[in-house]
């Protein structure tokens, strides 16, 4: 990746990017100077010119792949990783980065210029790396956006019973939490008779996005709109929700732990169908070890990872379902 840059008073401003990897990773150093700041419209395609006043910096994957070099703007832009060193991102950074998908940062980023993700219908993925504690930008950016959004949290101080993923490494590299948030939009609905117009809200996404604390996470209160989602989301999107709490309960109460598991109990096959289609495995593992399935659930699961062709998930709810409901021999008399 090739890299156009200013030396600011502090360490580096970077002010576009080149290459050929719509996934791109922004390097923490550069001519031994820590990377902080991300000029404004660093990304976007909508810019009104290309500065002049720059630096070049060029990586040896650049070098070797020159001739497909290209501007990493606009519709080009799916993934970005910002190094621990970024601190701030400058107005209009992804404005118009329709096929932006997933942006990974650290608790170390403070500042977000204004319409920083204008036009980023389908960012659904952020992964936080919490360094420093627990507050992030993520209310900022949850804060902009309508549509549904994943929010990882990786390191951090651990909340109640809370459990990291599983694995080794370094603890920033662990996942302490994983939470969904829904979508909303609202919908202006007219009122013929008096002539009126009035504004109706969809989805509990909006109820979600006020769980934040001084940019920390509230569990409890997330928690406690689970109403809000069971009333106003679809099961796919409940079920994520579900499953991420469960698998990564920091800061869940024993009552929370009940609501979430009483849903699954109770949707039982929409929800198994779900994590069938999506070939969720782990969250099926968990289905198998919190008890979820009944012996007429398991079946229908079974048959339709048979009739949509999941060989994968077929072999694993096949042997669930001889280790939970053995078929008993018959005898015979003669």
Known sequence: ????????????????????????????????????????????????????????FSTEEDRMFRDTEQLLAGELVESVNLPDTMEELGRYIFYGCRNLRKLGFSDRLKNIGSGAFTG???LSDLSVRLLDGNRSCVPEILGDLWQRIDVTFYGGAKYGDGK????????????????VFPEHY????????????????????????QCFYNKEIDFRKYDSLFYSARAQDKTDVITDLVFSRLMYPAGLTEEARKAYEDYIREHAAQASEYLINVEDMAALKEFSERSFWTAQTLAGAVDYAA???KREILTFLMDEKHRLFPEKKKKYEL
């Not at 090739?2 to 001519?31: L, M, T």
């Not at 993923?165 to 996942?175: F, L, S």
């Open 186 to 209: 609202e919908e202006a609905v007219e009122n013929t008779p008096a002539r009126i117009l009035f504004t109706q809200h969809h989805g509990s996404g909006n109820n979600y996005r």
């Open 307 to 309: 009739s949509h062709g």
């Open 164 to 179: 990291y993923g599983a694995g080794e490494g370094r603890e920033q590299d662990k996942i302490s939490a994983r939470l």
């Open 120 to 122: 980023c219908r389908n």
């Open 1 to 56: 990746m090739k890299v156009h840059y200013r030396i600011i008073d502090d360490g580096i401003e970077i002010v576009r990017c080149f290459g050929a990897d719509p996934e791109i990773v922004i390097p923490e150093v550069i001519d031994g100077r820590t990377v902080k700041r991300m000029a404004p419209y660093a990304f976007s395609a909508r810019k009104d010119h290309e500065d002049e006043d720059v630096l070049v």
